[in-house]
């Protein structure tokens, strides 16, 4: 079955960085595109970053372009975010989802809090 497996997150102070991770199992991964959302406390999930299954497009939410970069490994069948010039709004859960063969997958979320 799909699985997804966020990791990576912690505090952090306002500026710092944290790379986070998702491995994906149960599909396959170099053929479908991949997402990282995030949901803050009383907020709606919101679309974070997207990328294309072959890593070449990417695609970014105004609020975290030029800071935030979305990579992957087909290889390692894994997806990156990795997190720059943090600020406390960026506070959330963070998850990855996956959409196989018209069914959307959800990792369990791993917290970032950015914090002084």
């Known amino acids: 079955q799909v699985q997804l497996v966020e990791s990576g997150g912690g505090l952090v102070q306002p500026g710092g960085s944290l790379r986070l991770s998702c491995a994906a199992s149960?599909?396959?991964?170099?053929?479908?595109?991949m997402n990282w959302y995030r949901q803050a406390p009383g907020k709606e999930r919101e679309l974070v970053a997207t990328?294309?299954?072959?890593?070449?497009?990417?695609n970014y939410a105004d609020s975290v372009k030029g800071r935030f970069t979305i990579s992957r490994d087909n290889a390692k069948n894994t997806v990156y975010l990795q997190m720059n010039s943090l600020k406390p709004e960026d506070t959330a859960k963070y998850y990855c989802?996956?959409?196989?063969?018209?069914?959307?997958?959800w990792g369990q979320g791993t917290q970032v809090t950015v914090s002084s």
């Open positions: 990328v294309t299954s072959s890593g070449v497009s990417t």
């Open positions: 989802k996956a959409i196989v063969r018209l069914r959307a997958y």
């Open positions: 149960g599909f396959t991964f170099s053929s479908y595109a």
